[in-house]
């Protein structure tokens, strides 16, 4: 099997993260229309988000490549009303949410690189099972000792950011995007002819 027959199976296989049956009123959603409908909730409605839903989203966080495969995370899934509503404190919209997810680092050498990548596997996770969700990171940052209070996290690992999930209040729409033609060089930067 070629490199590209597996990753024509990765993404035809029903178990694969992105690309997975989803419940009866849900259609199939690949991993390029994943990205594209990916955007930033900050308004969320009531609605369950399912625990065997929230498990599959925080797999795929941890799925992710990590530096030396370091793997230097921990996850934390926010389920009860009173710890989200808390969490409210840090960006309001959190407080609105279903759930949320916590991505607690080590401070090894790549570490914000590492939960980087896990952030947007499990950002884009959400949006293959329908859910609205958000980078909170800037925010967290800024209030890291009370996000370390509230969710009960050790001095020695950083908070790095909180992801609310739920359903979107409206629908969501990605913010405008540089177009590919702004950012593409081939061979040598400035050559933007191929
Ligand atoms: C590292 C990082 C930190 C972010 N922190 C916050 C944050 O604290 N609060 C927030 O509302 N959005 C935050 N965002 C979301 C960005 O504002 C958002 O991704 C950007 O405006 C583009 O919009 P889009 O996600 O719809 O494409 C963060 C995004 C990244 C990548």
């Not at 800037?138 to 969710?151: D, F, K, N, S, T």
Request: proline residues 5%.
């Amino acid at each position: 099997m070629t490199t590209a027959d597996r990753c024509t199976a990765a993404l035809t296989n029903p178990d694969s993260i992105v690309t997975m049956r989803q419940t009866s009123e849900r259609q199939d959603m690949d991993v390029f229309e994943a990205m594209e409908k990916r955007a930033s909730v900050r308004a969320f409605k009531p609605g369950q988000v399912p625990r065997d839903e929230l498990l599959k989203i925080i797999d795929a966080g941890r799925r992710a490549p990590s530096g030396y495969n370091h793997q230097g995370w921990q996850f934390i899934a926010v389920i009860d009303p009173a710890i989200l509503r808390q969490l409210g404190q840090i960006q309001d919209c959190i407080g609105q949410a279903s759930a949320a997810v916590a991505v607690v680092m080590e401070e090894t050498r790549f570490w914000k690189e590492d939960a980087s990548a896990a952030i947007e596997n499990m950002l884009l996770a959400a949006v293959a099972l329908g859910y609205g969700s958000l980078w909170v990171e800037g925010y967290v940052l800024r209030q890291e000792p009370l996000a370390r209070q509230i969710l009960g996290v050790p001095d020695d690992l950083r908070v790095i950011a909180v992801l609310p999930v739920g359903h979107p209040a409206k629908e969501a729409r990605q913010a405008e995007k540089k177009p590919l033609d702004a950012v593409l060089h081939w061979n040598r930067f400035g050559q933007r002819d191929s």
